[in-house]
DNA sequence: GTGGTCTAGACCACA
DNA sequence: GTGGTCTAGACCACG
């Protein structure tokens, strides 16, 4: 799996990594009980720090993404994390609020908004058929 | 107009205040060349320092959603901000792109994503309706 | 003669003033000796405070552009201002050194930026043939 | 790199530490890649206060100028501003044309005013030589 | 150690 | 009274 990080962007290294992970697993790239690369070896793969690397894979183990396992190493969770509850919905909900309040406000209509939501959904859909 | 801070979010005030003026001026609730507080006065009301309410007065103003008279204060731009443009849509798609995925993970299917953008669509609009 | 203010810029309306009353100084819509608008007169003309004509008047008078007398009004200075000093010169150089640097930047050549000198001067010129 | 400011001046600090910033990267002094001192550093060195500088290299961020990594500091941009835009140059006429028209006023004439530009082009290009 | 954020208090130009 | 600027000191996330 190829990892993409954006050096200058303001948001964290470890975030960008969670996300890249993420998105691994939603599309398919990383399949259930996939291992991923030990802290260190991610660390010099992608040349961050190793802490860095550390902080992504707890917080993705915390949120049931990942298993770390002392011997055999990281491992995709087959469980995965758990369902979307309502709380996790009000909080998505606060996120996107703003986002698509912005985009009102630049002239975008909901057909607009909701098949251009509806294309990521497909591209990371798309990958996952690979 | 009713500005809802929380203090113990890890996002910046200065950004909460911005996303509760684009929300407002998206739902309707600010109307164009409507007149805002003075940075003093909105510091004042909301518990803040003057100079968090400036820094997002001022980065609304360079985004195109205020316009800051001299001495006559500040007002909703009727211009508004520019039109959605391709590299937003692109940098719009990096935002959300991670959010997706999150969902689809949790097991939330195409539709219930879709509808449950247009729930937060229909919900700025229902304001605007006011 | 046509005054036009931009009341959202930052730079002072005084300034904005005093810009375009020198300009139709150099560009021979306002000819050595003509009377100008008294200072309420100007004030009410273009909808802005007394004072902040009667700053501009006074400085202009005070760079030897405008004669004030009590009973005649205001005029444009027959002999103009002083003669381009070299102390003026070096301030003037302080001035422009940034924004050509900036044009260096962002790629504008030295053939190009003599042309666009060139051109604001040719305008200028344009306008006293009238 | 040596900075030059001017306590005294009406223009603000940070405006006077960006021109400083651009004029030496137009220079040549300061080149593509290179790394700038940190904000706390550049306070002390020229004695002003650490919010002052880092104002003026977030705004050169914005324009382009530079680059801020997160945590390892602050460098030259390679890729550098964005190339001169019609908008922009229209903006630098409305900057311009008052100048031009004061030095007309002041008997320069249109030659003396190309080979004052050049001279300033020219200086700014000799640094760059050294 | 780096930049980002927030607070606080002061002075100034502008209108 | 308005926003703009500067200073000062503090805490935090990041790596």
Redesign the interface.
Same mark, same amino acid.
């Given at each position: 799996m190829f990892i993409e990080l954006d050096? @200058?962007s /303001?948001t &964290?290294?470890y975030e960008q990594l969670?996300?890249e992970i993420?998105?691994g697993?939603?599309?398919g790239q990383l399949t259930p009980g996939e291992r991923l690369p030990s802290v260190r070896q991610m660390a010099s793969d992608i040349g961050i720090n190793l802490h860095t690397v550390n902080k992504a894979y707890t917080q993705l183990k915390e949120e049931g993404?990942l298993l770390i396992h002392r011997q055999r190493g990281v491992v995709v969770n087959p469980e995965? &994390? /758990?369902?979307?509850t309502k709380e996790? !919905?009000a909080q998505?909900?606060q996120?996107?609020? &703003?986002?698509?309040?912005?985009?009102?406000?630049? @002239?975008?209509t /909901?057909k607009e908004?909701?098949t251009?939501? !509806?294309s990521?959904?497909d /591209?990371?859909k798309e990958d996952r058929s690979k």
């Open positions: 050096f @200058q /303001e &964290p290294i969670k996300t993420i998105v697993i939603a599309s993404y995965g &994390p /758990e369902a979307m996790r !919905q998505l909900r996120i996107l609020r &703003p986002l698509i309040a912005d985009s009102l406000c630049r @002239q975008m /909901e908004l909701t251009f939501i !509806q990521i959904y /591209e990371l």
